[in-house]
């Protein structure tokens, strides 16, 4: 994976995940994730057809990058590595996760912390170092350690989990599905600071 691509992966992903309290305060200028299926792309613009919604149109520049993911083991899932897991709590409290998705080295750090998540309703997103991998009955249970605090999560077998590879705009094509960072510039109007794409079958699950 290149250090370009990491770069512009990681830059367009923090802004995302820092954006969760920021979107309530600033919606016209906080990132906003969305997630749906390519409807079209006819030059630099995308529609993009949302689940329950109508489809946006999204400025899609030549010069922003795109990129994928790939399925990984849960087993291969070990201490000290850094992980984002998208979870939603139960009754209990405990930490149940929906996604997983594992860093590459060279974007430890990335979104570090325990924030609110737009997944799922009520759902919450862990971006932090592994302490301890434990195997269970019901999945792989993860401790994970952030600037400020830990937290404790099951993975159950079958939940997404997934790393970052690379694509192209040629991947960008109707009937994909896709994760977008962009910036809402109007009403149903967005300009694209990142595109995450479908790729051998592979759906972003963030």
Do not use: C
């Not at 790939?70 to 984002?84: M, R, W, Y």
């Not at 830990?150 to 970052?164: H, M, S």
């Amino acid at each position: 994976m290149s250090r370009r691509f990491n770069t512009l992966l990681a830059a367009a992903l923090v802004s995302s995940t820092l954006a969760g309290a920021a979107i309530a305060a600033t919606p016209a200028t906080a990132p906003s994730r969305l997630r749906g299926e390519i409807v079209s792309l006819n030059g630099d613009t995308l529609v993009l057809h949302r689940a329950n919604t109508a489809n946006v149109t999204i400025d899609f520049k030549s010069d922003v990058a795109v990129g994928a993911v790939k399925n990984v083991k849960l087993a291969d899932i070990k201490a000290n590595t850094f992980v984002g897991v998208a979870s939603l709590p139960g009754a209990d409290g405990k930490l149940t996760a929906k996604e997983v998705l594992v860093f590459p080295e060279t974007m430890r750090g990335s979104g570090e912390g325990h924030y609110a998540w737009d997944l799922l309703p009520g759902s919450m997103m862990t971006n932090a170092n592994v302490d301890t991998a434990v195997q269970s009955t019901n999945g792989r249970e993860l401790t994970m350690s952030y600037k400020g605090g830990t937290k404790t999560v099951l993975v159950p077998e079958g939940v997404p989990v997934v790393t970052f590879t690379e694509a192209t705009r040629a991947d960008v094509v109707a009937g994909k599905k896709a994760f977008i960072v962009a910036k809402m510039v109007e009403l149903g109007k967005y300009t694209a600071m990142r595109v995450i794409v479908e790729k051998d079958g592979v759906v972003p699950p963030m």
